[in-house]
């Protein structure tokens, strides 16, 4: 999707890219070879096809600060930045980031998934999550990277965010991320059916009170959480794309 944008181009509006569109010119390729034919002003496009330019320039070198997109739209560079993508999620003690604190964070590449604990390898947080240039949660924007920002301050959280609860409310889907998984078909296993955030409060105060077994409950519940936040972006993606597209 993102080959086929042109929002992130400084001065270009929605209306002026579903112009571009629905005159049959769906990428930058396209725009290159047939941009001259469009019922548009001559300087407006010089500058499309200038930025154009640069858009593939900076796509090759993977530069995701380059493409400057409104935030509800920023998920058009998951499929292009896909391998540089994390999920993640937080679990903590409570809702304040003042009087509360992180328990575990859970991050899945895609392909493996990691959950750091704290007082084991929290620390390391800072230098794993420096390898991404994508984050996505679900109701992160609230809740997991306020914590995150309080808790370490000297990240730099150059990061493109993808807020799943923000996106998937564009599509219809409202309700806490348990909820939006059994409306797409989305199964966890009976072990953590009946786990929630507040489950996960009382695992990690029980583990703290000597019960292991607790600990590696909240574990696989966080892992879970991210792991299934792929299957949700994924889906996402090809409903916001087909919308934006054919709607």
Request: aromatic fraction near 12%; include cysteine; charged fraction near 30%.
């Amino acid at each position: 999707m993102l080959q086929q944008t042109f929002l992130h181009i400084p001065g270009i509006s929605k209306e002026v890219e579903s112009h571009i569109w629905k005159n049959d010119i769906l990428n930058w390729h396209e725009f290159h070879q047939q941009g001259h034919s469009l019922d548009l002003p001559t300087s407006k496009i010089f500058k499309i096809k200038e930025h154009v330019e640069k858009s593939i320039h900076a796509l090759q070198h993977k530069n995701h600060q380059f493409f400057n997109l409104p935030s509800k739209e920023e998920w058009r560079l998951y499929q292009d930045f896909k391998e540089h993508c994390c999920f993640l999620d937080i679990e903590t003690t409570g809702l304040s980031k003042h009087y509360n604190y992180i328990t575990t964070i859970g991050l899945y590449d895609g392909e493996s998934s990691r959950v750091f604990v704290k007082d084991q390898d929290l620390h390391e947080f800072a230098q794993e999550i420096a390898k991404y240039k994508v984050i996505v949660t679900f109701n992160g924007k609230c809740f997991d990277l306020p914590f995150l920002r309080s808790s370490f301050p000297d990240i730099d959280f150059h990061h493109i965010h993808l807020d799943l609860r923000y996106l998937m409310k564009d599509l219809g889907y409202s309700g806490g991320l348990k909820r939006i998984e059994k409306e797409v078909g989305i199964n966890r296993d009976d072990e953590l059916a009946e786990v929630d955030g507040f489950e996960a409060v009382r695992l990690w105060r029980r583990y703290k009170k000597g019960d292991l077994q607790s600990l590696e409950l909240l574990k696989k519940y966080n892992e879970a959480d991210v792991v299934n936040l792929k299957t949700l972006m994924e889906f996402t993606y090809g409903k916001l794309k087909e919308k934006t597209l054919f709607n």
